[in-house]
């Protein structure tokens, strides 16, 4: 075969044709699994930085309010950098009873935040509520100081202190 043979193949119009034609799709397909990797990586990061968010919690439970009074909650933090807080508040009205145990239902739910919070700053919740009240509190950090009050409205006075248990380490 003379060395220009080989050659000619190349630079044949009707071969670049069907060469091409094949190296398109080969292309194309190539183009279409690197997509495919790149979005399945992309989706799964998103999922995994989205499991790693760390959510720490304060509940008061469920609490009895009488008139004038707030279920006042505190957020305090003295850590370092900014933190971020939630609040969630729940208002409960009287069910159905059965001789002295009744049932409480939701009469309201509101959600604040995340509210941002600088070292050395506080931020506080006040829930009225008529009856009952629950609040909820959420932080990306462990240590911030979570506290509860129930407050006089009348006089200013502090009625009573609620410990707030920070349910460590769960996911929320």
């Not at 990061?45 to 505190?74: C, E, H, M, Y």
């Not at 009744?102 to 006040?126: D, Q, R």
């Not at 240590?143 to 769960?170: C, F, K, L, P, R």
Request: hydrophobic residues 40%; charged residues 15%.
């Amino acid at each position: 075969m003379p060395p220009n043979a080989e050659r000619n193949i190349f630079v044949d119009p009707d071969v670049i044709k069907v060469k091409g034609g094949k190296m398109k799709t080969i292309a194309l397909a190539v183009a279409l699994a690197v997509s495919v990797i790149l979005l399945s990586l992309v989706s799964s990061d998103s999922v995994t930085q989205a499991q790693q968010r760390k959510l720490f919690q304060w509940d008061t439970g469920v609490v009895s309010l009488g008139p004038n009074q707030v279920l006042r909650i505190t957020g305090d933090w003295n850590g370092d950098g900014a933190t971020t807080v939630g609040f969630k508040e729940i208002k409960y009205g009287q069910g159905a009873c059965n001789g002295n145990v009744c049932k409480l239902i939701i009469i309201g739910t509101t959600t604040s935040g995340p509210h941002n919070v600088a070292a050395g700053e506080a931020i506080s919740l006040e829930l009225v509520a008529t009856t009952y009240g629950r609040g909820i509190v959420t932080s990306n950090r462990r240590d911030v100081q979570v506290t509860a009050s129930i407050i006089n409205t009348s006089t200013g006075e502090t009625t009573s202190h609620i410990i707030m248990a920070n349910t460590e380490g769960d996911f929320h």
